[in-house]
């Protein structure tokens, strides 16, 4: 059986693992990204790592296929170049994915997490068996990544999927990207919080102060309210999934493709998102596509990370 | 050298021709689309009118490598088969393709006319030499067509491309697609003109009633009086270009395309459009996928249904 090393590259730490033929993780573990070194010293130090985990798992570098990495940032998948890593800045413009091979002796990988995640989604996840998947992720930030006909769709600039940065309101809310309206600034982490404490200072009756976090609104502790039962805290999970399903609709529309696969932390308040996402997109777009098309939760949780960074390696050597 | 036929379907006249390999016209004719006739009996009568066109270019069909049709409406391009036409209606559910195959003795295929118009830029037009393509088609509706990675993208339900129901204003106008806020309802035939009579009507100064066609206000009728230097026809076709521009960074954002080709009667304003619709798309798309996209028109003129059509098959049978 094949096995690929996945490595997630985060600002506080990497995320090493292996993962079977099956996309089952073998062997993961967690290293701090060591700030103080400079990029080749990170690339060496990731590339000692991942032979730890794999010697480890009882293996050596000989039962590795290959490794991939996925990353935050402007990256160059073609190169294996990374070029603007906001939060690991000494790994700005270096080579990783050529280093890498280098030292661990097998052919290395990169892309953007977000690619990492639909590939991971497609090949072991919720869009088994599609071939026309978008795959979103919402968080701090919204993230998307395409897959056409089978095949990654990274578009000329590699930049493709930012489905968070779509204007859904040519003149409303202003976002830092330069645009208007962008979906992002209603149903990102902030966007969420924003108008929850907008009508909580309206002194609309509700709960969710009995589920801050640090004593903070969070998506979390909205969602956790939700599921109590709490009626505004319910309308901003199914507004939240309105505005989703209204950027759905458009894209049904345009791309038509067989499955929305929706990962990152707000998905995990589930159909009290998703279900007035459906019924909103449903409404609003096009009856032969939005037939076609189910809406999902990314079946990948904890491990996504290394599951994608691996599957970006599987996705080129099974190309 | 290979040659095609291209049968561009309409609701008044069938427009066949002949292609060469470098993407000419050899020989074209245009046949009314007779009423009268049943399914079966219209697409006898095409290939009948086809092999016309074949003999009066001095050919044989074993000069023909394949035949394209191009057609509006619902349809099947895998099987050839067209499923709602709404101007012919005794098409619909007719197995064309494969009944013109029959018939001529050469493969044929079917496809939409906005996939038909983007074949025919990626082959022999504006988009030649380029892999990530999006099309688009400015009329009475407006309509799409995508290439990815140098293939063209149908989705799962051969409907992707319909970038005039993407939504730009979540509350915006009511589109009877079912939607609020479709591009096509500000930027389509219709939209255009309703917004130059509503200022109009306002009793802003305006040569525009000079340029009437046939007594009413058309796009082309606002684009000429926009020539001449009216300043209130200017402001509408500036207004039209971003709007334009608004859904063009949004396209930019998702799917960072290299090249925009613009087609249908409204692009023949050209500049006068495209140049707000470039300006908007830079400042709201981001910075390096909109560096990479250009905005152009459509280079295939009046024989572009034809030649289109052609390229179904060239597509088919070069792939």
Chains 1, 2 share one sequence.
Do not use: W
């Amino acid at each position: 059986m094949k096995h690929y090393i996945g490595i997630d590259l985060g600002g506080t730490e990497v995320k090493i693992g292996i993962i079977n033929g099956d996309g089952a993780i073998v062997k993961k573990e967690a290293f701090k990204t060591e700030s103080t070194m400079s990029g080749d010293q990170l690339v060496a130090y990731m590339a000692d790592c991942a032979k730890k985990v794999v010697t480890s798992a009882g293996m050596t570098m000989k039962d590795i296929t290959g490794a991939g990495i996925g990353s935050a940032g402007l990256l160059n998948p073609d190169t294996g170049q990374l070029r603007i890593v906001v939060n690991i800045p000494q790994l700005n413009d270096v080579f990783i994915a050529p280093g890498l091979a280098k030292i661990l002796g097998v052919p290395a990988f990169l892309d953007n997490d977000v690619n990492a995640m639909v590939l991971g989604e497609f090949y072991y996840g919720a869009a088994k068996g599609y071939k026309d998947v978008v795959a979103m992720t919402l968080g701090t930030g919204v993230g998307g990544g395409l897959i056409f006909d089978g095949k990654i769709y990274r578009g000329a600039a590699f930049t493709a999927g930012e489905i968070g940065h779509m204007s859904i309101d040519t003149d409303g809310l202003y976002c830092p990207c330069g645009n208007y309206g962008c979906l992002e600034r209603y149903i990102g982490r902030d966007g969420i919080i924003q108008r929850c404490k907008m009508y909580m200072n309206k002194g609309i009756e509700t709960s969710i102060n009995n589920y801050l976090e640090n004593g903070e609104v969070t998506p979390r502790a909205i969602a956790k309210a939700a599921e109590a039962g709490d009626r505004l805290a319910r309308e901003v999970m199914e507004e939240t999934g309105r505005i989703l399903g209204n950027a759905l609709a458009t894209l049904v529309n345009i791309l038509n493709p067989e499955v929305f696969v929706i990962g990152g932390g707000v998905a995990n308040a589930g159909d009290l998102i998703l279900e007035p996402a459906r019924r909103e997109m449903k409404k609003r777009a096009y009856t032969i596509p939005a037939q076609k098309a189910i809406i999902v939760r990314a079946a990948l949780k904890n491990d996504a990370g290394i599951v994608g960074s691996a599957c970006v390696a599987v996705d080129k050597l099974s190309a």
